[in-house]
Structures are given as structure tokens and as C-alpha cells.
């Protein structure tokens, strides 16, 4: 942990977690307000086109958020130093939803339904906000959704991945991406009526968009608990997991740059460390470079004529040296870049290897949520996977699970509850649908009893 370095004034706290573009630090501004910074990834850096097209869209959600688009998490600065770059956010990056749906774990409880319904709720705003602006987001997932100190939900990390990876994004992969996030918040957070609910605006999304299931969400307030539109129950859950010990990131090593090394990426003029000024005599280009004046023309024409012929010759000669030199280095550098280009070898895809589900052993009494857990082993590649759960009580939840580079395994539980007396043995199975071998659907299932 780089606890109590600084980047740009930011000091960091020590808390950290690995996104699938680098690595979110927990920070402290230089007002003592909370921040985030983002160090990327220096793999996806290397990419050809990749700062020019992170700066692109870095630059596109600034200009969203002087237009009043709300619901992103805002952008302060990028910046360069030491060959990291860095993204400065103007508010905590942490808690996201998979942090609270861990933390949820290690509390053994979570937040309410009501809660799921305001995160779906909001993100949708956002999205739909995104779409119309001709944007879309690329990765909506449970570690890239913010929990704020009110709250409120923030989308992190738009356009990165399209950005470092060139991976397409659309509409149509966010309205998929927030279905998986509905029916996931389902699973964790909700049961009976108001888990219905949750799963009926995954439904519709699929079928209307997000604007008519975010309206299903809104219409069917009776059903979830009093209070959700206020986020009282995500506000304890924020206090409840800032309890928990931070887990540190296994982290690269980095090089924490002084104040005066930084250069911001966005705008030059605003640091000293921006483009360097060009050398005396050398060749200058663009705006505020002065046009050749007349009386300049006339006097290198007139020096030219009244000068010595050895001297013209002797002139003349050394540009023709220069001029071979220089094109010999182009020559080299041209030679050296296609050989660098011919070496460089397609990114490796995800591909899963391998699934298990277990389930409690011990019988599950009156009224019990049953935790099955599953485990998906990868080949450590990033990507996104398809995947379903089918429950013996006929009940489906379809899903997509974000795998970040140098993860070999992901867990995906489920939260099974059942209600009133009687024997019950249920079965639960998860299919994981796509990046597998062969392209054929890989399953694992378990089993557990109830008894009340």
C-alpha cells in the first residue's frame, strides 16, 4: 500500500482495489476532501493509439459534466509522470457494489431491496443520459458502480475499456450489462415479492429498455421496503463496511511522482511540465509560430547572393549531411517499429476452465436464506462471461461476470430462501454459457435440505 504518498497533491490512504484498467487508491485531496485516483495499467498503456484515445474519452464525460449530465463519477485531472499515468476523481472511488456485496459476507447481512432498487434505478438515469448523449459506458458491472457518502450511485471507469482495449461498446452491451446487475441484486439482496420485482425490470430492460424498467422499479415502490427513496439502508451499510479492515491490492511497484514532475494530459497549459518549448533553430508548427515576413525573405535572399561561393558551398553541403542523416534515423526507426509491430501478439482471451457449486451440508431450518456458492476458475485473461443459475423450484437468473487480467478464479453466489413448514431438497446449477472449451456450456450444481 502507498499509504501516506502523494500524487498531484492527493495523498493516499492505503486502501486500494484492482479494476480491469489498473488500480483504484483511496486518497485525500489537498483540502483534506475525499478522492480517488486510478493508476492505469502499464500493459494496456503500451497499446498503439491507447493514451490518445484514453485523453478522447476522458475529455468526452468532463464536457458531459459541464453540460449537467449527473451520475458519473467526476473527473479531476490526468495526469503523467514517470511513464504511469494517473486518473484524479473529485470523489472516494470506494465503496463499489462488489466491495458491499463482499463486505456483506463478512458482516453476514447486506443492504435491503430497496437499496438494490436505488442503485438500478440511478444507474439507469445515467445510462440512459449516456445514450442520449451518442456515449455508452462498456463496462457496467458490480465493481464499477460507486457508492457515495450519500448513497448515491456512481458509474466509474466510462469508456476505459474501449479506450486501452479497443473492445466496442454499444447501447445494447449496457442494457445487457444492467440486466446482470439487476438479477445479481436480486439474488443478494432481495426475496419474494420485492426479488420479483427486481427481476421483472431485468426482464423488461431486455424487451422495452432501460427508460420502461426503470419505470417498473419506480411504479412498484409498495413493494419495497419504506424508506429506499431516502438510501437510508445503503448509508449503514456504508458506515458498517468503512468498519472492515482494508484489504490491500497485490500492487506492481510504482514510482510516486513530485509535484513538479507531473504533466497533465488534458489540458498542457495548465502544468510546467506540459510539451517542452521547441530548441532554438529547430522546426516549429501550428498556432503562434510567426509567418515569414518579407524583410526576412529579402535579407536571407540578399545574405545568400553577396556571400562567399566557398562559404555557399560549404553551406550547401552540410544540410545535405544533415539531410542524410536524418533520413538514415527515419529509416531505422521505421525498420525497428514494423519489427517491434510483427512481435507484438494478439491480447490472450478469457477462457473458463473450470466450475463447483457447494451447498450447505447441514439442514436449513424455518425460513432460511440458503448461501450456495460457486466457484469459476479462468485462465487469468480478462473478459466477460455469460452465465445462468437454475433453481429446482424452476427459477432462472441470467448474469454476466466482469474477470479482470491476473484473475484465475471468481465467485458467484446465490441466495436461496425458503419459506413455511415442510421438507424441501433444492437444487441449484450454474451454467457458465460462453468462453468456455469448445464453446459448449460448462455446469456445476449442489444440493442442500430444508426441514421447518
Not at 92 to 102: C, E, H, M, N, Q
Not at 415 to 422: A, E, R
Request: charged fraction near 20%.
Amino acid at each position: 500500500m502507498h499509504d501516506g504518498g502523494t500524487v498531484a497533491g492527493h495523498r493516499l490512504t492505503g486502501r486500494t482495489r484492482v479494476s480491469e484498467v489498473g488500480t483504484w487508491h483511496d486518497a485525500e485531496g489537498p483540502g483534506g476532501e475525499p478522492s480517488g485516483l486510478l493508476r492505469f495499467n502499464d500493459h494496456l498503456l503500451a497499446a498503439p493509439g491507447a493514451r490518445e484515445r484514453l485523453v478522447a474519452a476522458i475529455s468526452a464525460d468532463r464536457r458531459l459534466a459541464q453540460s449537467g449530465q449527473y451520475g458519473l463519477l467526476p473527473v479531476a485531472d490526468l495526469v503523467a509522470a514517470h511513464g504511469e499515468v494517473w486518473l484524479i476523481v473529485g470523489r472516494r472511488a470506494v465503496p463499489t457494489v462488489a466491495d458491499l456485496l463482499t463486505g456483506g459476507t463478512q458482516l453476514g447481512w447486506g443492504p435491503d431491496a430497496g437499496s438494490a432498487a436505488t442503485i438500478l434505478i440511478e444507474t439507469a438515469q445515467t445510462l440512459l443520459g449516456l445514450h442520449a448523449a451518442g456515449l455508452a459506458h462498456g463496462a457496467v458491472h458490480p465493481g464499477t458502480v460507486v457508492i457515495g457518502e450519500d448513497g448515491s450511485a456512481l458509474l466509474a471507469e466510462r469508456g476505459l475499456l474501449e479506450a486501452l482495449r479497443s473492445e466496442p461498446v454499444s447501447p445494447e452491451r449496457d442494457i445487457a450489462a444492467w440486466q446482470g446487475l439487476a438479477r445479481t441484486l436480486s439474488a443478494s439482496w432481495a426475496t419474494g415479492q420485492p426479488a420479483h420485482l427486481l427481476d421483472q425490470a431485468a426482464a423488461v430492460a431486455a424487451s422495452h429498455g432501460l427508460a420502461a424498467a426503470r419505470d417498473v422499479l419506480t411504479n412498484g415502490r409498495d413493494l419495497l421496503p419504506a424508506g429506499f427513496t431516502t438510501r437510508e439502508s445503503l448509508v449503514r451499510t456504508l458506515h458498517a463496511w468503512s468498519a472492515l479492515p482494508p484489504v490491500a491490492a497485490a500492487l506492481p511497484p510504482a514510482r510516486l511522482p513530485e509535484s513538479g514532475e507531473l504533466r497533465t494530459l488534458l489540458d498542457p497549459a495548465r502544468h510546467p511540465g506540459g510539451p517542452p518549448p521547441a530548441e532554438s533553430g529547430g522546426m516549429r508548427f501550428g498556432p503562434g509560430v510567426p509567418a515569414d515576413t518579407s524583410a526576412a525573405q529579402i535579407w536571407r535572399q540578399g545574405a545568400t547572393q553577396h556571400a562567399d561561393p566557398a562559404v555557399k558551398s560549404r553551406r550547401r553541403a552540410r544540410p545535405k549531411r544533415r539531410g542524410a542523416l536524418l533520413s538514415s534515423l527515419v529509416v531505422c526507426l521505421l525498420i525497428a517499429g514494423f519489427v517491434l509491430y510483427m512481435r507484438m501478439a494478439p491480447p490472450a482471451e478469457m477462457s473458463v476452465t473450470k466450475v463447483s457449486v457447494s451447498a450447505p451440508k447441514k439442514t436449513q431450518g424455518c425460513d432460511a436464506k440458503t448461501k450456495i456458492m460457486a466457484v469459476v476458475t479462468t485462465n487469468g485473461e480478462s473478459g466477460t462471461f455469460k452465465y445462468e443459475w437454475e433453481q429446482s423450484d424452476g427459477r432462472v437468473t441470467e448474469g454476466t461476470q466482469r474477470v479482470e487480467s491476473g484473475t484465475t478464479s471468481v465467485d458467484l453466489p446465490l441466495i436461496w430462501q425458503v419459506s413455511g413448514p415442510g421438507r424441501f431438497k433444492g437444487t441449484a446449477t450454474l451454467r457458465v454459457l460462453d468462453h468456455t472449451p469448445e464453446g459448449k456450456p460448462i455446469a456445476a450444481k449442489a444440493s442442500f435440505s430444508y426441514k421447518c
